[in-house]
């Protein structure tokens, strides 16, 4: 039975005891969630993810089995999404008690075409019962090569899945085993030597693929050394891929792990500058436009409408284990597996006096959290829409803030104008192109 966490034991409407969540009409509601398990930890990896060895050494899990822990989360999720689904009822988005409409789900961290139908089902019932999906313009789900199959692609089609992310990484094996990452060899548990072969079997994922999804992106690591533009250029031309993510090795969580990165630190970051600059005018000369810092599309409806609605500081809501959620004036993360799993989401039945959000803060659901001012705001607002192609739109800064960024930064803009590395085009400030490598040094000149 679905529950109300709008009402308390006795039936009566408990909106009283909570103050109203502050999320105007014209925000959309998108939805992110994280299912932390992956089949093999890649080397490389610092994402909040487990593979099933991890979990037999994971002395604050009491589930040391996979199948059993990640049914279990399921539950949890469940319980999550009914509970922001309530309060979100109390946002004056909606006559109390309609659901809330999704504009974009994305479920990711890190493998979630690792579940099975039934979990897979369990989420997306969860997700039904809870929102109203009947304007949902995209649901993402991330998948690894090795999962691609017709059963789940059908079903990722049937329950309103849009569109695939396959993480691929790198085309070279070397370069695989270097990242510590499977490669494509282990489809169907069996290895694959020869190119042909592997050819073979790209062939046929990229074959379902193409069948059932007319969306799908493959994410792609810079700063590996055997990286090569012509193979890129085959497979691209080969699958007609329709967007592409890149993504930078990061030494962050890898510092002792993984020393290997270390000791070629600078090696990695110089091929990093090199491969970024050059895959710039190559996707260029390819017909794709480069919509963000790292995100190519082929046209403007392949674009990733989901990551598109946080670069334009859109709210959302995380769930799952070390998700993060932007709702009202808070963003929060969320505690990681162990913690998450011991929590229970239910609405207070006392009177919290305030924020639900500052509520749960207090009682320990959150992992990280912070109140979002408006300074805070503006600054994530410049932050966010400069590492799109469209840029800071100065008149809708100008609307809900009440200043005018260009007469604040004059001087900042100026300068960076007569360098070439900022434009005003039409009503929007953007960084050129050419220099969004060094856009956190720029960005971080202008807020
Ligand atoms: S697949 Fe992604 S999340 Fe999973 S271990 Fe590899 S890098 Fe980490």
Same mark, same amino acid.
């Given at each position: 039975m679905e529950k109300d966490f709008n009402k308390n034991t006795t039936g009566n409407n408990m909106d009283y005891l909570i103050s109203p969540v502050s999320i105007s009409k014209q925000d959309k509601m998108s939805c992110y969630i994280h299912i932390p398990f992956c089949h093999v930890k890649c080397g490389y990896c610092h994402f909040h993810s487990y593979d099933e060895s991890m979990l037999k050494n994971n002395i604050f899990l009491a589930d040391r089995e996979f199948i059993p822990l990640i049914n279990k989360y399921i539950v949890k999720l469940d319980e999550e999404i009914s509970f922001y689904s309530s309060i979100l009822r109390l946002s004056g988005l909606t006559l109390h008690h309609e659901k809330i409409k999704l504009h974009t789900v994305y479920m990711e961290g890190r493998t979630p075409s690792i579940?099975?139908?039934?979990?897979?089902?369990?989420?997306?019932?969860?997700?039904?019962?809870?929102f109203d999906l009947s304007e949902l313009k995209e649901w993402t789900i991330e998948c690894n090569p090795r999962d691609i199959s017709k059963e789940k692609?059908?079903?990722?089609?049937?329950?309103?899945?849009?569109?695939?992310?396959?993480?691929?990484?790198?085309?070279?094996?070397?370069?695989?085993?270097?990242?510590?990452?499977?490669?494509?060899?282990?489809?169907?548990?069996?290895?694959?030597?020869s190119e042909q072969d592997i050819l073979h079997q790209w062939d046929k994922i990229f074959h379902m693929l193409g069948k059932y999804f007319d969306s799908f992106s493959i994410d792609l690591l810079l700063g590996l050394s055997n990286f090569n533009f012509e193979d890129l250029k085959f497979f691209i031309l080969r699958y007609k891929i329709?967007?592409?993510?890149?993504?930078?090795?990061?030494?962050?969580?890898?510092?002792?792990?993984?020393?290997?990165?270390?000791?070629?630190? =600078?090696? +990695?970051?110089?091929?990093? @500058? $090199?491969?970024?600059? %050059?895959?710039? &005018?190559?996707?260029? !000369?390819?017909?794709?436009?480069?919509?963000?810092?790292?995100?190519?599309?082929?046209?403007?409806?392949?674009r990733a409408k989901h990551n598109s609605h946080y670069w334009n500081d859109g709210r959302y809501i995380g769930v799952g284990a070390n998700s993060s959620g932007y709702i009202d004036h808070y963003r929060y993360k969320n505690r990681e597996l162990s913690e998450y799993l011991n929590l229970q989401w239910y609405l207070p039945q006392v009177d919290i006096g305030g924020s639900i959000f500052r509520w749960l803060n207090q009682n320990g659901y959150y992992g990280e959290f912070e109140f979002i001012d408006q300074e805070t705001e503006k600054k994530e607002k410049i932050m966010l829409n400069l590492r799109t192609k469209e840029g800071l739109d100065l008149e809708d800064y100008h609307n809900k803030f009440g200043e005018d960024f260009c007469k604040i930064k004059k001087e900042k803009?100026? =300068?960076? +104008?007569?360098?070439?590395? @900022? $434009?005003?085009?039409? %009503?929007?400030? &953007?960084?050129?192109? !050419?220099y969004y490598l060094i856009s956190n040094s720029i960005i971080s000149e202008l807020i």
């Amino acid at each position: 039975m679905e529950k109300d966490f709008n009402k308390n034991t006795t039936g009566n409407n408990m909106d009283y005891l909570i103050s109203p969540v502050s999320i105007s009409k014209q925000d959309k509601m998108s939805c992110y969630i994280h299912i932390p398990f992956c089949h093999v930890k890649c080397g490389y990896c610092h994402f909040h993810s487990y593979d099933e060895s991890m979990l037999k050494n994971n002395i604050f899990l009491a589930d040391r089995e996979f199948i059993p822990l990640i049914n279990k989360y399921i539950v949890k999720l469940d319980e999550e999404i009914s509970f922001y689904s309530s309060i979100l009822r109390l946002s004056g988005l909606t006559l109390h008690h309609e659901k809330i409409k999704l504009h974009t789900v994305y479920m990711e961290g890190r493998t979630p075409s690792i579940l099975d139908p039934e979990q897979i089902n369990r989420i997306y019932s969860s997700l039904l019962r809870n929102f109203d999906l009947s304007e949902l313009k995209e649901w993402t789900i991330e998948c690894n090569p090795r999962d691609i199959s017709k059963e789940k692609l059908l079903l990722y089609k049937e329950i309103g899945i849009t569109r695939i992310s396959l993480g691929i990484q790198s085309l070279n094996k070397t370069d695989l085993e270097y990242i510590g990452r499977e490669s494509i060899d282990v489809l169907n548990s069996k290895k694959i030597f020869s190119e042909q072969d592997i050819l073979h079997q790209w062939d046929k994922i990229f074959h379902m693929l193409g069948k059932y999804f007319d969306s799908f992106s493959i994410d792609l690591l810079l700063g590996l050394s055997n990286f090569n533009f012509e193979d890129l250029k085959f497979f691209i031309l080969r699958y007609k891929i329709p967007h592409i993510s890149l993504y930078l090795l990061s030494l962050e969580g890898n510092e002792n792990k993984y020393d290997i990165f270390t000791q070629e630190w =600078d090696a +990695i970051e110089e091929r990093q @500058v $090199e491969q970024y600059s %050059k895959i710039q &005018s190559f996707f260029d !000369e390819m017909g794709y436009e480069q919509y963000e810092i790292s995100n190519f599309s082929i046209n403007k409806n392949s674009r990733a409408k989901h990551n598109s609605h946080y670069w334009n500081d859109g709210r959302y809501i995380g769930v799952g284990a070390n998700s993060s959620g932007y709702i009202d004036h808070y963003r929060y993360k969320n505690r990681e597996l162990s913690e998450y799993l011991n929590l229970q989401w239910y609405l207070p039945q006392v009177d919290i006096g305030g924020s639900i959000f500052r509520w749960l803060n207090q009682n320990g659901y959150y992992g990280e959290f912070e109140f979002i001012d408006q300074e805070t705001e503006k600054k994530e607002k410049i932050m966010l829409n400069l590492r799109t192609k469209e840029g800071l739109d100065l008149e809708d800064y100008h609307n809900k803030f009440g200043e005018d960024f260009c007469k604040i930064k004059k001087e900042k803009i100026n =300068d960076f +104008i007569q360098k070439g590395m @900022v $434009e005003i085009r039409g %009503k929007n400030l &953007s960084i050129v192109p !050419e220099y969004y490598l060094i856009s956190n040094s720029i960005i971080s000149e202008l807020i």
